[in-house]
């Protein structure tokens, strides 16, 4: 199936590019930056929380001596917490009308979550407060997709429906990749090292344990050297689908810098600057004594250049 998907996927470049009478992807997309960043901030955040999502559920349930409903709790922080701080993101939009920052912010918050569930040995923590702090840390990167949202604004109107289209097409990508990836790292070392971590158990216990984890719980007690073995294979396994998802979170990081920080007001988009009614929509310039030296005819110095870059408005 990932063979087939990967050449169904080239297949369908190439089809864009060289057959296609009239291309989802036109080449004025494809090449704006805007676009790109935003496609990469929202396909690689998708792709990083669906490396960790996928097994931390089994790995919460065999490390934790929870009841059923402290485990389901604990599962459903960071989408309760995503739903809360929804309205919040935008409620500071709208306050600000500005993006870049929060997703700065939101981008930083990400990689400290996929951080904390990192320990220094490479292993995944155990530690109840680590897991939690990670999972309401999670929560903040509402923050982070709030710009990823609003590039449909800032294009014009007939490129909005290619553009949300995109942007759906390449974040389930991602996800579905994220998956792949963390099932292949469990599925090539979960086995062996349960072997390696319980020398003593029979193969057949092993492989029953590996395909059901739900004896493992309820035929082993929490301080069962068995229960014990396992969770040391699952804590060095997840550890190393931590670490791969912390390491796909930074790339929305350093996209988010590529993004703009577009004014968004009342214009209808960022290109033509008019409202619904097609009228020219005033749009507030940033007044800043940073540009003073500029304005009078002086170099600017690099810390000038570097707000300047920060702050851009060109699509």
């Not at 291309?23 to 955040?45: D, E």
């Not at 979550?113 to 939690?132: E, K, P």
Request: glycine residues 6%; charged residues 15%.
């Amino acid at each position: 199936m990932l063979v087939v998907g990967f050449v169904l996927l080239i297949a369908f470049v190439l089809f864009e590019m060289y057959l296609a009478p009239k291309p989802l992807m036109t080449k004025h997309i494809i090449k704006n930056q805007t676009f790109l960043a935003a496609v990469t901030i929202y396909t690689f955040n998708q792709m990083a929380s669906s490396v960790r999502n996928t097994y931390m559920s089994s790995y919460i349930y065999i490390i934790k001596e929870w009841t059923t409903y402290e485990w389901t709790i604990f599962m459903g922080i960071t989408t309760m917490g995503l739903s809360i701080m929804g309205p919040i993101v935008g409620l500071i939009q709208r306050k600000t009308h500005r993006y870049k920052s929060m997703m700065v912010f939101g981008a930083v918050a990400r990689v400290l979550g996929y951080g904390l569930l990192v320990q220094s040995d490479g292993h995944m923590t155990q530690d109840t407060a680590r897991l939690i702090a990670a999972q309401l840390i999670f929560c903040l990167g509402s923050f982070n997709v709030v710009g990823v949202v609003w590039v449909v604004r800032l294009r014009s109107h007939e490129d909005m429906a290619s553009i949300i289209s995109l942007l759906t097409l390449w974040s389930t990508l991602g996800s579905s990749i994220g998956s792949a990836v963390s099932s292949a790292i469990w599925t090539n070392e979960m086995l062996d090292r349960m072997h390696l971590e319980m020398p003593k158990v029979d193969n057949s216990t092993i492989a029953k344990i590996y395909a059901n984890i739900t004896k493992l719980r309820s035929n082993y007690s929490f301080t069962d050297p068995v229960r014990q073995g396992a969770i040391r294979a699952y804590a060095y396994v997840n550890g190393h689908i931590a670490i791969t998802a912390l390491v796909l979170a930074c790339l929305p990081l350093i996209a988010t810098f590529f993004m703009p920080d577009f004014y968004l007001g009342k214009q209808q988009n960022a290109v033509t600057n008019t409202g619904l009614d097609g009228d020219r929509v005033d749009v507030p310039q940033r007044q800043s004594r940073l540009n003073e030296g500029a304005d009078q005819g002086k170099a600017k110095s690099f810390y000038q250049k570097l707000v300047a870059a920060y702050r851009k408005d060109q699509i």
